[in-house]
């Protein structure tokens, strides 16, 4: 059967069964990224590090997604796909391993940023699986896959506080490690052996042609500015949660604090129906839509620690929402050049990582001075500006691609 699909998928694009491995091993390799955010203060208290200086160990993991996404995405345009895939998940089990053996500050710091770099991975999934499918069930996959690496991100906080309750946070990294190995072996099965063909492009060509592609086209820039502030406003709420709750008068456990992603799981549902809704022509709407839910969630953010229910249903449309203007993001970008799907892709996650790294040292550092209320001012302006530049796409000199 293995072989039947790694055979049959370059021809009849991808099975259901190829597609849920991708969407799987998607989730399985973003949530790396995340698994810190609700185990800050056990890190910090096993190796002293300051409260005002926590957000650095996110900061650098997003640094380094940051230049996986410069320097490494684009090669899955240029190179075998397969064997790029395999040889990223080995690398990233081993710099799991570096964090879980960590014993001090500078050897987790080091290790977090070879995690970043590496968990890129995701996005040459989300590329293979945009190539490897047909152009009529393009959306489809992404939207699923996609639905896969929401679930990845949101379960990875509940996965983290459980394990870490049990073993500690190194546990955390000691079974992301092994649960990478699986994933690389099942994917050397499903994946096709036989790449497309590759064009003669050369890798410093491809490297200098991205930036070039969002300047010139203003939907992809367009497109790429509001990720920045969504994932800004995103990391900004995740990061800073576990500070109020793991005080009095809460003092929740982090696997309490992690349910707390359970509720977030709207946003795979939202996943889907926004890649339908940008397959039918209608992401613009789907983003602006979005984005005013985003800017009300704050409001019902703020409400803590007065309201718990409040609080709730505020991170229910926060995700909802930030998830459905990236998958509507992702379906408008790799539609605009699936040939190039992979610098696409990894050109526009630069502007979520560099969000997410602006956010996360935002939170902690704006929670230190101002609590709670600062928090969640900086993420409403993140917001609000991301709103506001939704607005300004619409503009009639930014309108000459109706699916912007």
Do not use: C
Not at 8 to 22: I, W
Not at 368 to 375: D, L, M, R, S, T
Request: glycine content about 10%; proline content about 3%; overall charge positive.
């Amino acid at each position: 059967m293995v072989g039947k699909i790694a055979h049959d998928v370059p021809v009849k694009g991808l099975s259901r069964v190829t597609t849920l491995v991708l969407a799987a091993a998607a989730g399985s390799s973003v949530a790396n990224i995340y698994y810190a955010q609700p185990l800050l203060d056990l890190m910090a208290q096993d190796l002293g590090i300051s409260a005002a200086t926590i957000g650095m160990i996110v900061m650098v993991t997003q640094i380094g997604y940051g230049l996986g996404l410069i320097f490494i995405v684009p090669l899955s345009d240029l190179v075998d796909r397969r064997k790029l895939i395999v040889a990223q998940g080995l690398l990233l089990a081993i710099a799991l391993l570096i964090v879980a053996a960590a014993g001090a500050r500078t050897m987790l710091l080091l290790g977090m940023t070879a995690v970043g770099l590496l968990a890129v991975l995701v996005q040459v999934l989300v590329a293979q699986a945009a190539a490897l499918a047909t152009p009529t069930q393009r959306g489809k996959v992404v939207g699923t896959v996609t639905s896969g690496v929401v679930t990845g991100i949101l379960a990875a906080r509940s996965v983290a506080g459980i394990v870490a309750d049990i073993g500690g946070w190194r546990a955390v990294y000691l079974a992301s490690a092994f649960v990478t190995l699986v994933m690389v072996g099942i994917l050397m099965s499903v994946l096709p052996r036989r790449s497309q063909e590759r064009g003669s492009e050369t890798y410093i060509r491809a490297l200098i042609s991205t930036p070039g592609l969002f300047l010139r086209e203003r939907m992809l820039l367009s497109r790429g500015a509001i990720a920045l502030l969504i994932f800004a406003s995103f990391a900004t709420f995740w990061t800073a949660l576990v500070l109020p709750l793991s005080a009095p008068p809460f003092s929740y456990s982090h696997t309490h604090i992690g349910l707390f992603g359970l509720i977030g799981l709207a946003g795979a549902i939202g996943a889907t129906w926004a890649g339908t809704l940008a397959d039918r022509g209608y992401g613009r709407w789907t983003t602006g839509i979005s984005l005013v839910v985003l800017v009300a969630s704050w409001g019902l953010i703020a409400l803590l620690p007065l309201s718990m229910t409040g609080l709730v249903i505020g991170v229910f449309l926060l995700d909802l929402a930030v998830q459905a203007v990236h998958v509507s993001n992702l379906s408008v970008i790799v539609a605009f050049s699936p040939e190039k799907s992979g610098r696409l892709i990894g050109a526009y996650m630069v502007f979520y990582s560099a969000g997410s790294a602006l956010g996360a040292i935002g939170a902690t550092s704006a929670y230190a001075q101002f609590g709670w209320q600062g928090v969640v001012m900086l993420g409403a302006t993140f917001s609000a500006i991301a709103l506001i530049a939704w607005i300004a796409s619409l503009l009639p000199e930014n309108t000459d691609r109706s699916t912007a």
